[in-house]
């Protein structure tokens, strides 16, 4: 070792690399590595060779794609885990190597070129063979693809060298023609296109319809309906003659519909047109000839007619087309730009906006924001002037696509003219313009949008600056109010205070009285708090009343401790209430004093307190402390709710003029109610009193009260 | 089928049609078998959409009460919440998902959001780290749920207060997205009116949505002429009246929730002779109400007093009925006999089932209180004495009557007075906090931010004005109380169902179907909140041509909640003969008083 670091090799100032040999490799190899398949595996992995394959194509077969490799006169079928040489049915021998593959267009089918210029045509399952050709051309062919259409049986494989082009298929001869130019294939779903520098073909079957109406001396009922219509342009009445023959075998139904489709395989309109004037003529003929199948021939054909232009340069036939749909044939104008073709297209088939013009608009909008060299102002005037109130037209889409391109002031202008502030605002909220995204979530009046923006601000923002934005946002204050009355309280408490809202602090203080403190003194520091602002708010008698419930929890404390019971968190009259039931009726007085309990109400705690006791002899001396200003019937009224009639009775006589017939009955005193009844000379008495009467025990009464009754009628 | 949906003029079966529908796809959307797990608040507005044959046509095993914790082992493949989107519930379903048992069976899960998905919810679950968790994760769109043939709901409780209290326009936005979801299966509504803030949003956002929705041309020939969308808190009168219709008196003795009804078992029990009363069931009677029942749909909105006759005309038909069987002699007039027999024995259940229940009532309503209380009602709404403290108030607040009953009738006051005098306002304050409690400060101050209560400002009471403007009070119809009889069967004016008190919100709709708002422009001022017309064109193939002698069809919209009162009265105006016309209802909530004072309650502890 000379030098140790002789094969290091500089690579800028600061990097070394070097090579060394790992294996000297003596293999005995018959190829030359340029002709082989290299695979090597990292990790040290085997190295693998293969002789190169002289071709290969890809199957699909049920949603697998294997690969059909032919290796000599081997082939081979591979897929992500095996290998397996196969052997396609009825192969002729002597194959040495294949030198073409080709798939049909729809996978179904397979065909192979030999070295020894035979065609073998199959299914691509490699099951069944469906012809063979010998073409006795060893030469390589520069490519081979198959010509079908779809619903025929018929199969034919088109080959092509230098300067020349076979169609072979199920049959002892096959189609030749010379190729002046290079010339390149491209399978088609119907056919071959076959284009070189100067010309641009296509090689296809002729379908079913043309066929029969231009085969010659065709008989067919198509054939016979142009032959009458030309006839009948020239005024001969030939095609009267026609006309009768297909009419008498009853098929002139099916002419029309054999002009209409052999109208569609033509790419000259002239043919067209003369195809589709002959099923007009036949129609005339038809009592009930639906006429779609016509007219979406007409329209089809205009617009076929019109992107085969060779401005537009899409030689579709008419089965690509009906495959490829409309709305395909739609994008691929939109790609190249041809908005004015597609929007025409859109227009003429009546196709639903949304699907139609506006897409298409819309795609053209997207390019438009591209244009740099355009100010914002007039690529979103461009717009809105092009597009208008569209609809189905997604403004946000475009925005999203100028802001894609750096054009965020282009964006925010053509968000302008959203209509959908669901789609305005994430972007609006991409962009950072959070606050114009907080205006449009409220416009929307979808309040969960709105919520999404204000949590986003509120984690963009710092809080003064938050509570700043939500202070102009009325809508988005109280949703935010609420949102954090559920969830964060504390914050709800800074709202109120930067605004300077006194009265919802009080309340705020109150609820805090009942849900955070335990102790006493912490309650009725709450409390404190809420008067406090209560006061702030000039809401005089909410701060009293705050200062009511202060003294009356001090107070009920004191109670609980000095008579033992429960008193904390009753009502005022409910704890007088547990007073009297509890024969402190001097400390019932003091706290109906202190309140100052009205008076009328504090008769009736007393009366229904004493009542609930059954202390008769309480009430009666209560019921004479002096004049009752709730007069005497609620007593009659409680003796009878407790089934103490005789109590009942010595108020009943007491109780005033207006409501002693009540007090009466209330008694069951019927006999003297209806003497007072009669007094009174009242009509609703008395009828209040018969209707107390019952059966035997009172009829002398009712009789009474009528005889009364009829006494006041007379006079 | 829910036959009674089509009977009226709109036929809302395809409403319903449509929602089970979209149910349908979500649910088969979650292959395998399924549980469910609800929030309790929707199963009764689901019972209106689906019964469990349906979801469980849809291999839906098991149903559970969404809460925290575990959720119980069922043996199924997904496991799917139905909430609504409110943060608190996301909480509990991040707790069952975080706690499933990993070592069990891997189940599937799903959400599906009524009635709209929410941004925030979402962010919430995956706050909590398990948004990832649902594979699906959608919205139905239950807006507006059939109650009747002419009756809609959201069945939105917190509606009232979200709006008028707490500036929570979520659900003013739940109702516009209803109103276009009506619109895409009955056709754009030619016309909206408005009274109200509210309601000014709501058409706002219409007019919005419809803008967003340009692409989707509506090609439906209009089934609706109008639009009348109507504040709650234009007419904050009529809730607070006891409803005396008999619909309505059920819901303000025993409250109908979701269209059903439990009453006190006791009358309901079998009556067999030798049994002694012995066995008598303790669990209440549930009843379904609706128009599908053909005795209810005849009675259900008449004014109680009339009820009764009607009972006993039907009894005596249904028994001559059953004594046709002796008059069958033949083999045919037999077979026919018991061909009927269904139909009048379903009738007979019908009969004794409301017999049943108008004795309950009666019962209630021949009581002294009820009568007092109705008195005063009626004096009040009458405009008499609502400027000074009310005796029986007085003397309901001292016998401790139920707070909700003391509540409705001082706001009913406040009301009728267009806010009470600063002293008798605080002299009632005082006395309600007294009795029952200082945290029922929070209630008032609730109640005040309504406009529920309030202190007279300006010293003027426009109610009078309001009040002989609309003809609110209709003297002749009010006798004891109840309607006289005569009247109370053969009502000539919407003001029946009060007995003497027509509602406010009702007689806005006659009016504007005629002549007109314009006649009234003095009230409309008055009242809060503006008043609009929008007009929404139609394409020209649309436009509707009417027949001579066709009625309009109105969809009146009570953005706050309606009672049954006020459906009743609209039911009234639909069958006019020369009504013009039909009106269906719809509203955030169906309430009564006490539902609305309780939701508008805050109960500290």
Same mark, same amino acid.
């Given at each position: 070792?000379?030098?140790?670091?002789?094969?290091?090799?500089? %690579?800028?100032?600061?990097?070394?690399?070097?090579?060394?040999?790992?294996?000297?490799?003596?293999?005995?190899?018959?190829?030359?590595?340029?002709?082989?398949?290299?695979?090597?595996?990292?990790?040290?992995?085997?190295?693998?060779?293969?002789?190169?394959?002289?071709?290969?194509?890809?199957?699909?077969?049920?949603? !697998?794609?294997?690969?059909?490799?032919?290796?000599?006169?081997?082939?081979?079928?591979?897929?992500?885990?095996?290998?397996?040489?196969?052997?396609?049915?009825?192969?002729?021998?002597?194959?040495?190597?294949?030198?073409?593959?080709?798939?049909?267009?729809?996978?179904?089918?397979?065909?192979?070129?030999?070295?020894?210029?035979?065609?073998?045509?199959?299914?691509?399952?490699?099951?069944?063979?469906?012809?063979?050709?010998?073409?006795?051309?060893?030469?390589?062919?520069?490519?081979?693809?198959?010509?079908?259409?779809?619903?025929?049986?018929?199969?034919?494989? !088109?080959?092509?060298?230098?300067?020349?082009?076979?169609?072979?298929?199920?049959?002892?001869?096959?189609?030749?023609?010379?190729?002046?130019?290079?010339?390149?294939?491209?399978?088609?779903?119907?056919?071959?296109?076959?284009?070189?520098?100067?010309?641009?073909?296509?090689?296809?079957?002729?379908?079913?319809?043309?066929?029969?109406?231009?085969?010659?001396?065709?008989?067919?009922?198509?054939?016979?309906?142009?032959?009458?219509?030309?006839?009948?342009?020239?005024?001969?009445?030939?095609?009267?003659?026609?006309?009768?023959?297909?009419?008498?075998?009853?098929? #002139?139904?099916?002419?029309?519909?054999?002009?209409?489709?052999?109208?569609?395989?033509?790419?000259?309109?002239?043919?067209?047109?003369?195809? #589709?004037?002959?099923?007009?003529?036949?129609?005339?003929?038809?009592?009930?000839?639906?006429?779609?199948?016509?007219?979406?021939?007409?329209?089809?054909?205009?617009?076929?007619?019109?992107?085969?232009?060779?401005?537009?340069?899409?030689?579709?036939?008419?089965?690509?087309?009906?495959?490829?749909?409309?709305?395909?044939?739609?994008?691929?104008?939109?790609?190249?730009?041809?908005?004015? %073709?597609?929007?025409?297209?859109?227009?003429?088939?009546?196709?639903?906006?949304?699907?139609?013009?506006?897409?298409? +608009?819309?795609?053209?909008?997207?390019?438009?924001?591209?244009?740099?060299?355009?100010?914002?102002?007039?690529?979103?005037?461009?717009?809105?002037?092009?597009?208008?109130?569209?609809?189905?037209?997604?403004?946000?889409?475009?925005?999203?696509?100028?802001?894609?391109?750096?054009?965020? /002031?282009?964006?925010?202008?053509? %968000?302008?003219?959203?209509?959908?502030?669901?789609?305005?605002?994430?972007?609006? +909220?991409?962009?950072?313009?959070?606050?114009?995204?907080?205006?449009?979530?409220?416009?929307?009046?979808?309040?969960?949008?709105?919520?999404?923006?204000?949590?986003?601000?509120?984690?963009? #923002?710092?809080?003064?600056?938050?509570?700043?934005?939500?202070?102009?946002?009325?809508?988005?204050?109280?949703?935010?109010?609420?949102?954090?009355?559920?969830?964060?309280?504390?914050?709800?408490?800074?709202?109120?205070?930067?605004?300077?809202?006194?009265?919802?602090?009080?309340?705020?203080?109150?609820?805090?009285?009942?849900?955070?403190?335990?102790?006493?003194?912490?309650? !009725?520091?709450?409390?404190?708090?809420? =008067?406090?602002?209560?006061?702030?708010?000039?809401?005089?008698?909410?701060?009293? =009343?705050?200062?009511?419930?202060?003294?009356?929890?001090?107070?009920?404390?004191?109670?609980?401790?000095?008579?033992?019971?429960?008193?904390?968190?009753?009502?005022?009259?409910?704890?007088?209430?547990?007073?009297?039931?509890?024969?402190?009726?001097?400390?019932?007085?003091?706290?109906?004093?202190?309140?100052?309990?009205?008076?009328?109400?504090?008769?009736?705690?007393?009366?229904? =307190?004493? =009542?609930?006791?059954?202390?008769?002899?309480?009430?009666?001396?209560?019921?004479?402390?002096?004049?009752?200003?709730?007069?005497?019937?609620?007593?009659?009224?409680?003796?009878?709710?407790?089934?103490?009639?005789?109590?009942?009775?010595?108020?009943?006589?007491?109780?005033?003029?207006?409501?002693?017939?009540?007090?009466?009955?209330?008694?069951?005193?019927?006999?003297?109610?209806?003497?007072?009844?009669? /007094?009174?000379?009242?009509?609703?008495?008395?009828?209040?009193?018969?209707?107390?009467?019952?059966?035997?025990?009172?009829?002398?009464?009712?009789?009474?009260?009528?005889?009364?009754?009829?006494?006041?009628?007379?006079? | 089928?829910?036959?009674?949906?089509?009977?009226?003029?709109?036929?809302?079966?395809?409403?319903?049609?449509?929602?089970?529908?979209?149910?349908?796809?979500?649910?088969?959307?979650?292959?395998?078998?399924?549980?469910?797990?609800?929030?309790?608040?929707?199963?009764?507005?689901?019972?209106?959409?689906?019964?469990?044959?349906?979801?469980?046509?849809?291999?839906?095993?098991?149903?559970?009460?969404?809460?925290?914790?575990?959720?119980?082992?069922?043996?199924?493949?997904?496991?799917?919440?139905?909430?609504?989107?409110?943060?608190?519930?996301?909480?509990?379903?991040?707790?069952?998902?975080?706690?499933?048992?990993?070592?069990?069976?891997?189940?599937?899960?799903?959400?599906?959001?009524?009635? $709209?998905?929410?941004?925030?919810?979402?962010?919430?679950?995956?706050?909590?780290?398990?948004?990832?968790?649902?594979?699906? $994760?959608?919205?139905?769109?239950?807006?507006?749920?059939?109650?009747?043939?002419?009756?809609?709901?959201?069945?939105?409780?917190?509606?009232?207060?979200?709006?008028?209290?707490?500036?929570?326009?979520?659900?003013?936005?739940?109702?516009?997205?209803?109103?276009?979801?009506?619109?895409?299966?009955?056709?754009?509504?030619?016309?909206?009116?408005?009274?109200?803030?509210?309601?000014?949003?709501?058409?706002?956002?219409?007019?919005?949505?419809?803008?967003?929705?340009?692409?989707?041309?509506?090609?439906?020939?209009?089934?609706?002429?109008?639009?009348?969308?109507?504040?709650?808190?234009?007419?904050?009168?009529?809730?607070?009246?006891?409803?005396?219709?008999?619909?309505?008196?059920?819901?303000?003795?025993?409250?109908?929730?979701?269209?059903?009804?439990?009453?006190?078992?006791?009358?309901?029990?079998?009556?067999?002779?030798?049994?002694?009363?012995?066995?008598?069931?303790?669990?209440?009677?549930?009843?379904?109400?609706?128009?599908?029942?053909?005795?209810?749909?005849?009675?259900?909105?008449?004014?109680?007093?009339?009820?009764?006759?009607?009972?006993?005309?039907?009894?005596?038909?249904?028994?001559?009925?059953?004594?046709?069987?002796?008059?069958?002699?033949?083999?045919?007039?037999?077979?026919?006999?018991?061909?009927?027999?269904?139909?009048?024995?379903?009738?007979?259940?019908?009969?004794?089932?409301?017999?049943?229940?108008?004795?309950?009532?009666?019962?209630?309503?021949?009581?002294?209180?009820?009568?007092?209380?109705?008195?005063?009602?009626?004096?009040?709404?009458?405009?008499?004495?609502?400027?000074?403290?009310?005796?029986?108030?007085?003397?309901?607040?001292?016998?401790?009557?139920?707070?909700?009953?003391?509540?409705?009738?001082?706001?009913?006051?406040?009301?009728?007075?267009?806010?009470?005098?600063?002293?008798?306002?605080?002299?009632?304050?005082?006395?309600?906090?007294?009795?029952?409690?200082?945290?029922?400060?929070?209630?008032?101050?609730?109640?005040?931010?309504?406009?529920?209560?309030?202190?007279?400002?300006?010293?003027?009471?426009?109610?009078?004005?309001?009040?002989?403007?609309?003809?609110?009070?209709?003297?002749?119809?009010?006798?004891?109380?109840?309607?006289?009889?005569?009247?109370?069967?053969?009502?000539?004016?919407?003001?029946?169902?009060?007995?003497?008190?027509?509602?406010?919100?009702?007689?806005?709709?006659?009016?504007?179907?005629?002549?007109?708002?314009?006649?009234?422009?003095?009230?409309?001022?008055?009242?809060?909140?503006?008043?609009?017309?929008?007009?929404?064109?139609?394409?020209?193939?649309?436009?509707?041509?009417?027949?001579?002698?066709?009625?309009?069809?109105?969809?009146?919209?009570?953005?706050?909640?309606?009672?049954?009162?006020?459906?009743?009265?609209?039911?009234?105006?639909?069958?006019?003969?020369?009504?013009?016309?039909?009106?269906?209802?719809?509203?955030?909530?169906?309430?009564?008083?006490?539902?609305?004072?309780?939701?508008?309650?805050?109960?500290?502890?």
């Amino acid at each position: 070792m000379d030098c140790y670091t002789a094969n290091w090799n500089p %690579l800028g100032d600061s990097a070394f690399y070097r090579k060394y040999e790992l294996y000297s490799m003596d293999w005995d190899l018959k190829e030359e590595l340029r002709d082989c398949l290299v695979a090597a595996a990292p990790y040290g992995g085997p190295i693998g060779l293969q002789s190169a394959p002289s071709c290969w194509t890809v199957l699909c077969q049920d949603r !697998v794609a294997h690969i059909l490799l032919a290796v000599g006169p081997d082939l081979y079928l591979l897929d992500h885990a095996a290998c397996s040489a196969v052997t396609p049915p009825g192969l002729a021998p002597g194959v040495s190597s294949f030198l073409q593959m080709a798939v049909s267009f729809t996978y179904r089918h397979l065909a192979l070129f030999t070295d020894t210029g035979y065609i073998w045509m199959g299914t691509a399952s490699l099951k069944e063979k469906l012809c063979e050709f010998n073409c006795n051309i060893r030469a390589p062919p520069k490519q081979m693809v198959w010509c079908s259409r779809p619903r025929s049986k018929e199969r034919a494989v !088109v080959v092509a060298w230098e300067r020349r082009l076979m169609v072979v298929g199920d049959a002892p001869e096959s189609i030749q023609f010379v190729l002046d130019e290079d010339s390149y294939l491209v399978p088609e779903l119907d056919g071959v296109r076959i284009f070189s520098r100067s010309t641009h073909e296509f090689l296809h079957e002729v379908p079913a319809a043309s066929e029969e109406i231009f085969k010659i001396a065709s008989m067919a009922p198509g054939a016979l309906l142009l032959e009458a219509q030309k006839e009948y342009e020239k005024e001969s009445q030939k095609a009267d003659e026609y006309l009768r023959e297909i009419q008498e075998l009853g098929q #002139l139904t099916q002419a029309v519909q054999q002009c209409i489709e052999a109208a569609g395989h033509e790419h000259q309109p002239d043919m067209q047109k003369s195809l #589709l004037r002959a099923a007009s003529f036949g129609k005339c003929f038809l009592d009930r000839f639906p006429p779609d199948s016509f007219v979406h021939m007409c329209q089809d054909l205009r617009v076929l007619n019109a992107v085969r232009d060779y401005h537009i340069g899409i030689p579709l036939t008419y089965s690509q087309y009906k495959q490829l749909t409309i709305q395909v044939l739609l994008d691929r104008l939109v790609l190249r730009r041809l908005y004015p %073709l597609a929007i025409q297209i859109c227009e003429y088939l009546r196709l639903p906006e949304v699907q139609g013009v506006s897409r298409i +608009l819309a795609h053209w909008a997207c390019y438009k924001v591209q244009q740099k060299d355009v100010s914002d102002e007039d690529v979103a005037r461009a717009i809105n002037q092009k597009l208008g109130d569209t609809p189905g037209v997604s403004y946000s889409d475009i925005a999203a696509r100028a802001y894609g391109c750096g054009r965020t /002031e282009l964006a925010i202008k053509l %968000l302008e003219y959203e209509p959908r502030s669901g789609e305005q605002v994430p972007l609006l +909220l991409k962009m950072k313009r959070s606050k114009l995204a907080l205006s449009k979530a409220i416009e929307s009046g979808d309040t969960d949008l709105v919520f999404t923006v204000l949590l986003h601000l509120k984690n963009e #923002l710092n809080r003064g600056d938050f509570f700043m934005t939500l202070r102009n946002q009325p809508m988005a204050l109280s949703l935010y109010r609420q949102f954090c009355k559920h969830q964060e309280l504390e914050t709800l408490k800074d709202l109120y205070n930067q605004d300077d809202n006194h009265q919802e602090l009080g309340s705020f203080h109150i609820r805090a009285s009942y849900a955070a403190e335990e102790r006493i003194e912490g309650r !009725v520091a709450a409390l404190q708090t809420a =008067a406090d602002a209560f006061y702030k708010a000039k809401n005089e008698f909410a701060a009293k =009343a705050t200062e009511d419930q202060m003294r009356l929890l001090r107070l009920q404390r004191r109670l609980e401790d000095e008579l033992g019971g429960q008193f904390l968190d009753l009502s005022l009259h409910d704890t007088v209430t547990t007073l009297i039931l509890g024969g402190h009726n001097k400390r019932a007085e003091q706290l109906a004093r202190d309140f100052r309990i009205p008076d009328k109400r504090l008769w009736w705690l007393k009366l229904t =307190a004493l =009542a609930d006791l059954e202390d008769w002899e309480e009430l009666e001396k209560f019921s004479k402390s002096k004049k009752s200003p709730i007069g005497y019937l609620p007593f009659v009224e409680i003796c009878m709710k407790q089934h103490n009639k005789y109590e009942a009775k010595k108020y009943a006589s007491r109780v005033g003029p207006e409501q002693k017939v009540k007090a009466l009955l209330l008694v069951g005193d019927v006999a003297q109610a209806a003497d007072v009844a009669i /007094e009174h000379r009242n009509e609703a008495e008395l009828s209040l009193v018969l209707s107390h009467c019952t059966g035997a025990t009172d009829g002398a009464t009712a009789d009474k009260i009528q005889r009364a009754r009829a006494q006041a009628q007379k006079k | 089928m829910a036959a009674h949906l089509s009977y009226g003029r709109v036929n809302l079966n395809v409403l319903r049609e449509a929602v089970r529908r979209e149910l349908r796809e979500f649910l088969d959307k979650c292959a395998g078998s399924k549980a469910i797990v609800w929030d309790e608040y929707l199963t009764g507005p689901f019972g209106l959409i689906a019964q469990y044959s349906l979801l469980k046509e849809h291999e839906v095993e098991k149903m559970f009460t969404l809460k925290g914790n575990r959720l119980p082992a069922a043996d199924v493949k997904n496991i799917i919440f139905f909430v609504r989107p409110r943060l608190e519930l996301m909480d509990i379903i991040a707790e069952n998902v975080l706690s499933e048992d990993r070592r069990g069976p891997t189940r599937d899960f799903h959400i599906l959001f009524v009635p $709209r998905r929410s941004l925030l919810c979402e962010q919430r679950l995956k706050d909590l780290g398990v948004l990832g968790s649902f594979i699906h $994760r959608e919205e139905y769109s239950l807006d507006l749920i059939p109650f009747d043939g002419d009756l809609l709901s959201m069945e939105s409780e917190g509606a009232f207060k979200e709006c008028y209290l707490e500036g929570d326009q979520t659900s003013l936005y739940h109702a516009a997205k209803g109103l276009m979801t009506l619109q895409a299966l009955y056709g754009t509504i030619p016309q909206i009116f408005g009274k109200g803030e509210c309601a000014r949003q709501v058409a706002n956002m219409m007019i919005r949505m419809k803008r967003e929705f340009t692409g989707s041309q509506n090609s439906i020939f209009p089934v609706f002429d109008n639009l009348l969308l109507l504040d709650r808190n234009v007419d904050l009168l009529t809730p607070l009246a006891t409803q005396l219709t008999y619909e309505g008196l059920i819901d303000e003795i025993y409250g109908i929730q979701n269209s059903y009804v439990k009453l006190p078992p006791e009358k309901f029990a079998p009556k067999k002779q030798g049994d002694g009363g012995k066995d008598l069931p303790t669990e209440a009677k549930k009843l379904q109400l609706n128009s599908a029942e053909e005795l209810y749909a005849e009675i259900r909105d008449k004014n109680f007093n009339a009820v009764g006759s009607v009972l006993s005309k039907k009894a005596k038909i249904i028994s001559a009925a059953f004594e046709e069987r002796h008059n069958a002699k033949t083999v045919g007039e037999i077979k026919q006999f018991v061909s009927q027999l269904p139909h009048m024995q379903a009738a007979r259940g019908s009969l004794a089932n409301h017999t049943s229940i108008a004795e309950l009532i009666k019962d209630v309503t021949t009581s002294e209180d009820f009568f007092d209380k109705l008195t005063v009602e009626q004096e009040f709404m009458s405009g008499i004495d609502t400027d000074k403290v009310n005796n029986y108030i007085e003397d309901c607040i001292a016998q401790k009557h139920s707070l909700i009953k003391v509540l409705r009738l001082v706001c009913l006051q406040s009301v009728c007075n267009s806010g009470l005098k600063q002293k008798v306002l605080d002299y009632y304050k005082r006395e309600i906090l007294q009795t029952y409690g200082y945290e029922h400060i929070l209630t008032l101050h609730n109640l005040e931010k309504a406009g529920l209560l309030k202190p007279q400002t300006g010293g003027r009471n426009n109610y009078p004005t309001i009040r002989k403007t609309l003809r609110l009070w209709m003297d002749d119809v009010n006798e004891q109380g109840f309607c006289s009889l005569i009247i109370s069967q053969n009502p000539t004016d919407i003001s029946y169902v009060y007995s003497g008190y027509a509602p406010l919100s009702v007689r806005l709709a006659q009016l504007l179907s005629r002549p007109g708002w314009r006649s009234i422009e003095e009230v409309l001022r008055i009242l809060p909140g503006p008043h609009f017309e929008e007009r929404q064109p139609l394409p020209t193939g649309l436009q509707k041509k009417r027949q001579p002698g066709e009625n309009r069809v109105t969809l009146i919209f009570f953005l706050g909640g309606v009672t049954f009162a006020e459906i009743a009265a609209l039911r009234f105006l639909s069958q006019l003969e020369d009504g013009g016309t039909e009106y269906v209802i719809a509203t955030t909530k169906l309430m009564n008083g006490t539902s609305w004072i309780e939701a508008l309650m805050e109960k500290p502890f």
